[in-house]
T-cell receptor, first 114, second 115 residues
Framework: SQTIHQWPATLVQPVGSPLSLECTVEGTSNPNLYWYRQAAGRGLQLLFYSVGIGQISSEVPQNLSASRPQDRQFILSSKKLLLSDSGFYLC?????????????FGPGTRLTVL | AQSVAQPEDQVNVAEGNPLTVKCTYSVSGNPYLFWYVQYPNRGLQFLLKYITGDNLVKGSYGFEAEFNKSQTSFHLKKPSALVSDSALYFCAVRDPRGNDYKLSFGAGTTVTVRA
């Protein structure tokens, strides 16, 4: 069966510090991978998605970046965090195909920027 | 373009009563539709989806949803709500003709089931 991991679970960082959040998927090959941000427990904002190694699409211009160094690894980074980067970050995966476009989410990382 | 609307920010029901969470969608072709549930400080859990076929879709935890093409709706229902169903619910849509595999999510509906 497939599982998705995110770490860390919680993170408190000062403004201006760097960020690295990691997401890995087990039990599937060549997944589509996604990073979302959820502010204040409400709507989801798609930040990045990837359909393969080294293929990253950015949805929102901001000080965040994403990389996919391996097939089942997706990393969200920032060189200098802003207060507005606080939120709940969710990674998700899906496999393309008829009836299998469902996205499955990881447990999330709660980021607080002070 | 694809989008969903969840017209109710909050739904409050008594335990044992029917629960309905509304969702309407906008997509050019035939949609893929999804419902997810989120408990506090947790990731989203997949409940059910409509791809094609029977308009009534059954999912996890006793939930079901009915696809209505003429009304462009995909309302989530549960015949008898439990206190443990209290959570944040998201509807999502995808236009399968697109090649970017992105889902568009609604703003979410908070369900509170009182004992």
């Amino acid at each position: 069966s497939q599982t998705i991991h995110q770490w860390p679970a919680t993170l408190v960082q000062p403004v201006g510090s760097p960020l690295s959040l990691e997401c890995t998927v087990e039990g599937t090959s060549n997944p589509n991978l996604y990073w979302y941000r959820q502010a204040a427990g409400r709507g989801l904002q798609l930040l990045f998605y990837s359909v393969g190694i080294g293929q990253i699409s950015s949805e929102v211009p901001q000080n965040l970046s994403a990389s996919r160094p391996q097939d089942r690894q997706f990393i969200l980074s920032s060189k200098k965090l802003l207060l507005s980067d606080s939120g709940f970050y969710l990674c998700a995966w899906s496999v393309t195909g008829a009836g299998t476009d469902t996205q499955y989410f990881g447990p999330g990382t709660r980021l607080t920027v002070l | 373009a694809q989008s969903v609307a969840q017209p109710e920010d909050q739904v409050n029901v008594a335990e044992g009563n029917p629960l309905t969470v509304k969702c309407t969608y906008s997509v050019s072709g035939n949609p893929y539709l999804f419902w997810y549930v989120q408990y506090p400080n947790r990731g989203l859990q997949f409940l059910l989806k409509y791809i094609t076929g029977d308009n009534l879709v059954k999912g996890s935890y006793g939930f079901e949803a009915e696809f209505n093409k003429s009304q462009t709706s995909f309302h989530l229902k549960k015949p008898s709500a439990l206190v443990s169903d209290s959570a944040l619910y998201f509807c999502a849509v995808r236009d399968p003709r697109g090649n970017d595999y992105k889902l568009s999510f609604g703003a979410g509906t908070t369900v509170t089931v009182r004992a």
